[in-house]
Antibody, heavy 124, light 108 residues
């Protein structure tokens, strides 16, 4: 059974970079049948898909348009984990951030396993 | 982008009663619709996928129906552990994957 364990700071200053990591057990970040996602949740914006990374003979990454200029999602095969970096954060980026596993093919956007969530507050 | 709309925002139901939640997509998502349950302080949990298939370990009192743009989640006899917020989500085609705003099922 796959488990996702998130880590990272809960407080980030405005204009700085939010960095989170999601450690995977029970599956591989290099799996050909899984996709690794970041999703956030806030009272004002609800659940928002942010971005993903996956391996299909080579590494792919894509992200939501509204954060495309600020976001990086990277795999770390040596530690079997993946990360989120969100640059130039503003108070509106305050949210609970989740990592989640998606399937492949028609279930690419179906999230069957989630991390525990990290509340990230953007404040000086 | 596909927009998901859930109704009602809050549903007040007595334990043992039936609850029916609705979800509408702004364009067809075929059968690529999932339902999640979220309790306070927890991550969402996958309940239903493919509009009507229960995920592993989900009790039979949860059922999903629909295709195209109209979907429902029914909880046949509410148990105490079922009071939570429920989200629908489309996973048709490609990102961005959209979630509904949620329906809170509360004790009447």
């Amino acid at each position: 059974q796959v488990q996702l364990q998130q880590s990272g700071p809960g407080l980030v200053k405005p204009s700085q970079t939010l960095s989170l990591t999601c450690a995977i057990s029970g599956d591989s970040v290099s799996s050909n049948t899984a996709i690794w996602n970041w999703i956030r949740q806030s009272p004002s914006r609800g659940l928002e898909w942010l971005g993903r990374t996956y391996y299909r003979s080579k590494w792919y990454t894509d992200c939501a348009v509204f954060v495309k200029s600020r976001i990086t999602v990277n795999p770390d095969t040596s530690k079997n984990q993946f990360s989120l970096q969100l640059n130039s954060v503003i108070p509106e980026d305050t949210a609970v951030y989740y990592c989640a596993r998606g399937g492949w093919g028609t279930t690419a956007g179906l999230f069957d396993s989630w991390g525990q969530g990290t509340l990230v507050t953007v404040s000086s | 982008e596909i927009v998901m709309t859930q109704s009602p925002a809050t549903l007040s139901v007595s334990p043992g009663e039936r609850a029916t939640l609705s979800c509408r997509a702004s364009q067809s998502v075929s059968g690529n619709l999932a339902w999640y349950q979220q309790k306070p302080g927890q991550a969402p949990r996958l309940l239903i996928y493919g509009a009507s298939t229960r995920a592993t370990g989900i009790p039979a009192r949860f059922s999903g129906y629909g295709s195209g743009t109209e979907f429902t989640l029914t909880i046949s006899s509410l148990q105490s552990e079922d009071f939570a917020v429920y989200y629908c989500q489309q996973y048709s085609d490609r990102p961005p994957w959209a979630f509904g705003q949620g329906t809170k099922v509360e004790v009447k």
